[in-house]
């Protein structure tokens, strides 16, 4: 695990989530600024879409329409490649918190999770379920009782979808059967030790490894943001950590994605911190950039 240089990309975000690669270019949501943006590998800043609703979750359907989640009020949006605007579901009944991050599978199916309860105003924490969303906007739950669903991916080959539970320090995995329903729950990795759910304060010193925004690469090891840890890490299949990139000092690393025209290119989202009540006044986000031996594999 040696030291890696770090560049700065962008400077003056509020809060970057759900960074993603494609075409050339990088595209993050900035809660607080309630944009999803598009980033030249130069840093040049580019506002593709307003979200009133607070942006979180990107992933576009197989005609290159964007699929954006608006987290406030449970909506899942479509911006077509010309530019409309329109609501592709309401998961209000399936939320229990804020909507979330989501990855977007090669048919147009998006998998979008939730926070479970009211995080920003001290609720004790409840599981959540996982919502699969149709390219015709029918939604239905494929997974439940899961422990702040967060960052997902999808394998190369489509067949298996993994996701990060960030309050019991573990990946989880499953099987994507045709119709893409959910099977074979298992444990792909486990960090550290899941805590009790319960009340907050109770959790909050066992959650050790908290693993939020993520991606695959080429080796079948994840690039996760590790919340609570103020560092990326890679880790292994079964939860090893086998390789870290640790945020500057004062910042928190919250979500990361691989790209660049060789995919090995590691695009950190760093802030002080993911409270709401400091980072909505403030633009002390940063994009952060490094380079990594193997490239992105799979979706996002």
Known sequence: MGERALATLVQ??????????????WFVSDFYRHAVLAVTPGGYEETVMEVPG?????????????????????????????????E??????YCGGHLNDMVVDRHGRAYVGNFGFDLMAGEDPRTAALVRVDPGGGAAVVAEDIVFPNGSVIT???????VGETLACRYTAFSIAADGSLGDRRVWAQMA???DVGPFGDMLPHITVAPDGCCLDAEGHIWAAD???ARCIRVAPGGAIVDEVRAPDGL???????????????LLCCAPDYLEHLRSQTREAVLLTTTVDVPRAGLP
């Open 12 to 25: 003056g975000g509020s809060f970057f989530e759900g960074p993603r690669w494609r075409d050339g270019r």
């Open 54 to 86: 607070q942006p979180s979750g990107l992933g576009w359907m197989p005609d290159g329409s964007l699929l954006v989640v608006s987290m406030r009020d449970h909506r899942l949006l479509r911006r077509s490649p010309s530019g409309e605007v329109a």
């Open 88 to 93: 592709h579901a309401d998961l209000t009944p």
């Open 156 to 162: 190369p080959d489509g067949s298996t979808l993994i």
């Open 193 to 195: 030790p899941s805590p």
């Open 227 to 229: 919340a609570v840890g």
């Open 252 to 266: 928190g690393a919250f979500a990361c994605m691989l790209g660049g025209e060789d995919g090995r290119t590691l």
